[in-house]
């Protein structure tokens, strides 16, 4: 399923400035149904890729393309078209995308410096109280622990527990 938002704040869907190039893989997104939470059948996987241009991969048909796994989660999940950023910055873009805020909210502005603070909310904290399980594996120094957004994840490696 290809998806196109309509909300552009910039003229280019793609940049080296973005922050989430991302690719959210889903069997499905509706309404949770009522009463308690039931265990889910399907899977979520959010690819997060920082300063990777979108037209350098498959699934957006750069022809030379060498990256057959994410061609092939795309093509058997949900491709996001264009995905637009919140801040220019990895952490404060990363804790807009789990967070479902701006940075004026969760207070990350750069990156190495702020932290998430544990009254805001995230996915990973969501899904959990839902009966998912959550695991997120990093690269980044700035998307550390100790920056706040391993909140909700059941395990979570970074680069200094890798």
């Known amino acids: 399923m290809r998806v196109k938002l309509c909300s552009l704040r910039r003229a280019s869907a793609v940049s080296a400035a973005v922050a989430v190039s991302c690719l959210l893989v889903a069997a499905g997104c509706g309404r949770p149904p009522a009463g308690p939470p039931s265990t889910p059948n399907f899977n979520v996987v959010l690819i997060s890729i920082d300063t990777t241009r979108a037209d350098r991969l498959g699934c957006y048909g750069f022809a030379g393309a060498k990256t057959p796994n994410i061609d092939r989660l795309a093509r058997e999940g949900v491709l996001l078209e264009q995905c637009i950023t919140s801040a220019p910055l990895t952490l404060p873009a990363h804790a807009s995308l789990l ?25 990973a904290e969501t899904l959990r109280q839902a009966g998912w399980r959550t695991h997120a594996e990093t690269a980044a120094f700035v998307l550390n622990r100790e920056f706040g957004l391993d909140q909700g994840f059941e395990t979570y490696n970074d680069v200094r527990s890798s």
């Open 99 to 123: 967070t479902a805020t701006e940075p004026f909210v969760h207070k990350l502005r750069d990156n190495a410096i702020f932290q998430l603070q544990p009254a805001i909310e995230t996915l």
